[in-house]
Nanobody, 122 residues
Framework: QVQLVESGGGLVQAGGSLRLSCAASGRTFSNYAMGWFRQAPGKEREFVAV????????YLADSVKGRFTISRDNAKNTVYLQMNSLKPEDTAVYYC???????????????WGQGTQVTVSS
């Protein structure tokens, strides 16, 4: 079965950096898009970034462009989200997701990790 396991969350001061990891297992992901979403308390889950495993194509939400980078390590079956210049408004639970097709809507994605908390203090 598909498993997505996130790690790397934590508490950081504004302006700091964190790198989230998503270890994927259970199937071949070469044809998949791997995404990062986040959900703050009382808000809907929102798209952050996506990478296509085979081509390396990436796309990031406007709110994180220039600060976040998404990448993958094929040998480790792991996707990363490098987050720099963090702001208090980046505070949320961050989720890794996988699907055959990219969509900006969380409900379109088939597979999800359990989430990792990111808290940015001011």
């Amino acid at each position: 079965q598909v498993q997505l396991v996130e790690s790397g969350g934590g508490l950081v001061q504004a302006g700091g950096s964190l790198r989230l990891s998503c270890a994927a297992s259970g199937r071949t992901f070469s044809n998949y898009a791997m995404g990062w979403f986040r959900q703050a308390p009382g808000k809907e889950r929102e798209f952050v970034a996506v990478i296509r495993w085979s081509s390396g194509w990436t796309y990031l939400a406007d709110s994180v462009k220039g600060r976040f980078t998404i990448s993958r390590d094929n040998a480790k079956n792991t996707v990363y989200l490098q987050m720099n210049s963090l702001k208090p408004e980046d505070t949320a639970v961050y989720y890794c997701a996988a699907d055959l097709a990219y969509s900006g809507n969380a409900q379109d994605w088939d597979y999800w990790g359990q989430g990792t908390q990111v808290t940015v203090s001011s």
